[in-house]
């Protein structure tokens, strides 16, 4: 049976901020919302606010409501004014995220379902399904995420898209859909571009230091784990991350301190709450905090050098007092 849409558009007059450039979607962007607002209401604060944010669909446990036109671009993913995110994905956000429970796990159920169906009406597989983290490193969709079932959900999406008839995969050349072979020609940018994935997702999934350093028949992998499970030995003072070495400096040292921060971190959903599955807040300052860092400093226009300096730290703590 075919979900019925509710159209809430945002008025004309407001494209210029919420949604200016004409779009060709080229994939589907999963999201959890960050409260316990139901799709009405989210799409109404979304088209009326005077802020640029902006996203596609809102899906709660009893319907899907649309807000921006498909043919337009929305600001969801973090990835900049041409990232291929906000430029070329349509956004769906789950509500009822935040508290999570039976509501939320409805509202999961009803988007997995009109997540298949926008894939069937344009022809596509569940390879063109991304997280918001694939764009630009946020801990988002955060409940999915911090459960560890996000390949749980794109399975229960591949399901529900087979049985409506659905293809199961749009992948072409030498991609496969979790993994890519380098062919001549190849730069690490280009294979994000048309993968849909960052640069950034691609070294750290590869274990690439240099962007510049693949070889032809060199297979990529195209997904990862939401979050990294590696644990930081006390004794180092610096971790080499894809991008660089992120050195532990003097506000760092206590752990107390580095709680506060990662409990920070977590209420903007760039870090694991305490109750993810081994990635809780332990108040070590190991790579996995530091990485939480280098991608709040992404999308807020910092330096990202995923080290707790003095603007991190005004900018965070600006933030959290917002929350």
Not at 18 to 41: F, G, L, Q, V
Not at 116 to 126: D, F, T
Not at 169 to 187: E, L, N
């Amino acid at each position: 049976m075919t979900i019925a849409v509710k159209k809430r558009l945002v008025p004309s007059e407001k494209y210029a901020l919420k949604c200016p450039n004409p779009m060709t979607p080229e994939y589907i962007t999963i999201h959890n919302t960050a409260n316990d607002a139901s799709a009405a209401n989210e799409i109404s604060y979304m088209t009326g606010n005077s802020k640029s944010t902006s996203y596609h669909f809102a899906v709660d446990d009893k319907e899907v409501i649309q807000g921006i036109p498909l043919n337009r671009n929305a600001w969801h993913s973090g990835d900049g004014t041409n990232g291929t995110g906000n430029r070329k994905s349509i956004a769906v956000e789950i509500c009822y995220s935040k508290s999570g429970g039976a509501r939320y796990r409805a509202a999961e159920a009803l988007a997995i379902k009109f997540v298949a169906q926008l894939l069937k009406e344009r022809g596509w597989g569940v390879d063109k399904i991304r997280k918001h983290q694939d764009w630009n490193g946020k801990y988002c969709p955060h409940r999915i995420l911090s459960e560890d079932r996000w390949d749980e959900v794109k399975a229960a999406i591949a399901h529900e898209l087979s049985k409506i008839g659905g293809k199961s995969s749009t992948s072409s050349g030498s991609s496969s859909g979790s993994t890519y072979t380098v062919k001549k020609g190849d730069t690490l940018s280009k294979i994000a571009k048309a993968e849909g994935v960052s640069v950034a997702n691609l070294q750290s999934w590869n274990n690439i230091k240099d962007p510049n350093k693949i070889t032809v028949g060199q297979k990529l992998k195209l997904t990862g784990s939401g979050t990294s499970r590696t644990k930081p030995s006390s004794k180092k003072t610096s971790y080499a991350l894809p991008s660089g070495i992120y050195k532990v400096t003097s506000p760092m040292r206590k752990g107390g301190d580095v709680r506060q921060i990662q409990k920070a971190l977590a209420a903007l959903y760039f870090y694991p709450d305490k109750g993810a599955k081994n990635n809780g807040i332990d108040g070590v300052y190991g790579p996995k905090t530091a990485d939480a860092i280098r991608r709040f400093q992404l999308m807020h226009g910092l330096s990202a050098d995923g080290i707790y300096g003095p603007n991190t730290k005004a900018k965070l703590e600006a933030l959290s007092k917002r929350n």
